[in-house]
T-cell receptor, first 116, second 112 residues
């Protein structure tokens, strides 16, 4: 597609459930990033992929969070045993420039997760 | 540690007013500097950037100059429009891994 696509746009779940959020980056972009954003805050880095591999996962808050990008394109962020504190907008971004030494990212519109 | 401080919002202006949103940063290394904008209901998008001292980034009438001596990257626009209403984020890339460091964002509302 023309831009970064994220699905679902909204997800409401119950505490303790498992959630998957999907990101389809701009075609040809090798770098893919996941962030999350709480109300009134800036984006918080979660994980960065270069191709299929996670080059930096230092932002994942705990082992309930996991992300994959098996074919170097679409990525899925997986959250196990969701907690109310996981409620946020999860943002995906892609870039044509490898490495974190860049700031020119293209963002999707985000997936709003609400954990009841 | 690396950090960004942005002018607190919300900022409310009348159409055609002059805009300044202040941004100062603390960053290891020699960062590139970015302003991102988030329009209502839309994703973040890059507004402008500067990669070295004294560079001026510009786009859509907005400008910001990389001031290394004051570690600042203030955003300016001479005449704002209603369509500029959005949240603006200043973000240097910094540190050994050059990640973007995000400020809290500054909300701008422009009234007709």
């Amino acid at each position: 597609g023309a831009g970064v696509s994220q699905t679902p746009s909204n997800k409401v779940t119950e505490k303790g459930k498992y959630v998957e959020l999907r990101c389809d980056p701009i075609s040809g972009h090798t770098a893919l990033y996941w962030y999350r954003q709480s109300l009134g805050q800036g984006p918080e880095f979660l994980i960065y992929f270069q191709g299929t591999g996670a080059a930096d996962d230092s932002g994942l808050p705990n082992d309930r969070f996991f992300a994959v990008r098996p074919e170097g394109s679409v990525s899925t962020l997986k959250i196990q045993r969701t907690e109310r504190g996981d409620s946020a907008v999860y943002l995906c971004a892609s870039s044509s420039r490898p490495g974190l030494n860049t700031g020119e990212l293209f963002f999707g519109e985000g997936s709003r997760l609400t954990v009841l | 540690g690396d950090s960004v401080t942005q002018m607190e919002g919300p900022v409310t202006l009348s159409e055609e007013a002059f805009l300044t949103i202040n941004c100062t940063y603390t960053a290891t290394g020699y960062p590139s500097l970015f302003w991102y904008v988030q329009y209502p209901g839309e994703g973040l998008q890059l507004l402008l950037k500067a990669t070295k001292a004294d560079d001026k980034g510009s786009n859509k009438g907005f400008e910001a100059t990389y001031r290394k001596e004051t570690t600042s990257f203030h955003l300016e626009k001479g005449s704002v429009q209603v369509s500029d209403s959005a949240v603006y984020f200043c973000a240097p890339n910094a540190g050994n891994n050059r990640k973007l460091i995000w400020g809290l964002g500054t909300s701008l509302a422009v009234n007709p």
